[in-house]
């Protein structure tokens, strides 16, 4: 699993079992749970993606 380091030195690894995807109507990134295809979360600003989360 993917954690944050100490103060100032970021995440350690990327998140496990989650990808995101590019919603084609609202342009907003959306996390999947990889195991179970459900939609998890989205941003609520447009054009910037999950961080540590991979790209599908």
Not at 21 to 43: A, C, E, I, P, Y
Request: no cysteine; proline share 2%; charged share 40%.
């Amino acid at each position: 699993m993917a954690k944050n380091g100490p103060k100032g030195h970021g995440r350690k690894g990327e998140v496990k079992k989650r990808s995101q995807v590019l919603s084609g109507r609202n342009k907003r990134w959306t996390k999947v749970d990889s195991k179970t295809g459900r939609f998890m979360d989205q941003l609520a600003k447009k054009g910037r993606a999950f961080k540590g989360v991979k790209m599908k």
